[in-house]
């Protein structure tokens, strides 16, 4: 029984830094999106810019992310390193979502509170 939640728990941590790892490695196209996307908000209406990154980031950031990584042939050898940890893209996608999600949600809490 103790060997069992033993693995429970190893396996867990080991799909947590998969997922990590993931995460890592999607944020230079997904902030840089974001950013565009920003500086685009900038030209109409500056006050709204950082506003915009943080709304823009976790749904359009990780969407150009999956593109580039469908339409590139070298990253998309990257998810059969992730198999061997168990995840789909689906998993890996979601959690990252979900991150992304939280992410921004305490970035938009802040710009609220310091009245931005």
Request: glycine letters at 10%; charged letters at 10%; aromatic letters at 14%.
């Amino acid at each position: 029984f103790v060997l069992q939640i033993w693995y429970i728990c190893r396996s867990m941590q080991n799909r947590a830094g998969y997922i990590l790892l993931f995460y890592r490695s999607t944020i230079k196209i997904a902030v840089a999106t974001s950013a565009l996307v920003a500086m685009w908000q900038c030209i109409s209406s500056p006050a709204g810019a950082p506003a915009a990154f943080f709304i823009s980031y976790p749904v359009l950031g990780l969407g150009m992310d999956g593109f580039y990584r469908f339409l590139s042939k070298k990253r998309m050898n990257e998810f059969h390193f992730y198999r061997m940890g168990g995840l789909g893209v689906l998993e890996l996608y979601g959690a990252s979502l979900l991150i992304s999600l939280s992410v921004s949600a305490a970035g938009l809490l802040l710009l609220n509170l310091c009245g931005i």
